[in-house]
Structures are given as structure tokens and as C-alpha cells.
Nanobody
Framework: QVQLVESGGGLVQAGGSLRLSCAASGRTFSTNIMAWFRQAPGKEREFVAA????????YYTDSVTGRFTISRDNAKNSVYLQMNSLKPEDAAVYYC????????????????WGQGTQVTVSS
């Protein structure tokens, strides 16, 4: 089992920045790929970003490329999402997730999920 706990959400004005954190515990050797997803009210959950264990590979959805940066600190079993130039459409509950397989990171199944952290962007 892997437990994931997100933090760092909050209210920010459009154009502002937030940094989300996700701490993993338990069987952390399974956390090869760590990712962020988000779900806005009335919408399906969508992939935001992912990062490999070595951080050599990062993946982003088109709408956040150039504005968001995913990073990880394996010594702290943590992954981060730096979100800059936030837009109202970025508002959502952001979830941290992890899986072992490095294939299909955008569309594959993630076994472990955090409880989510709310990001609100005011216009």
C-alpha cells in the first residue's frame, strides 16, 4: 500500500502562483511514476502532469505546458507541482497519484490516489 497526502492548495488570483506538494508513505518503491490529476465541478478528472523516478522524463497536458512544472524529491518521497500564471480554468481539486508502470502515464490506471487539495482561482 502507498498513502499519498496532498497539500498546498488554496485561493489565488488569476496570474498568481501556487505550489502543490504530495508526500508518499508505505511501499514507496512502487512510486515509479508520480502524477497530478485534477477534476473541476461537472467535469471528468483529467491528467495534468507526471514525472518518472529519475525525473528524466516529465509529461504535461497541453493546457499547462509552460506554466506548470512537476518535480520530485525521492529522499523525501515527495512530488511537487509548481503552478504559475494560473487561470480561472485551472480551478479544480488536484489529486496526486502513483503507479509503477512507466507506460501510458497520461491514460493508464493509477492504483494509489491522494484525497485531493482544492485550488481556486479568482478572476
Amino acid at each position: 500500500q502507498v498513502q499519498l497526502v496532498e497539500s498546498g492548495g488554496g485561493l489565488v488570483q488569476a496570474g498568481g502562483s501556487l505550489r502543490l506538494s504530495c508526500a508518499a508513505s508505505g511501499r514507496t518503491f512502487s512510486t515509479n511514476i508520480m502524477a497530478w490529476f485534477r477534476q473541476a465541478p461537472g467535469k471528468e478528472r483529467e491528467f495534468v502532469a507526471a514525472i518518472s523516478w529519475s525525473a528524466n522524463s516529465t509529461y504535461y497536458t497541453d493546457s499547462v505546458t509552460g506554466r506548470f512544472t512537476i518535480s520530485r524529491d525521492n529522499a523525501k518521497n515527495s512530488v511537487y507541482l509548481q503552478m504559475n500564471s494560473l487561470k480561472p480554468e485551472d480551478a479544480a481539486v488536484y489529486y496526486c497519484a502513483t503507479r509503477f508502470s512507466g507506460t501510458n502515464v497520461r491514460t493508464g490506471t493509477y492504483l494509489y490516489w491522494g484525497q485531493g487539495t482544492q485550488v481556486t482561482v479568482s478572476s
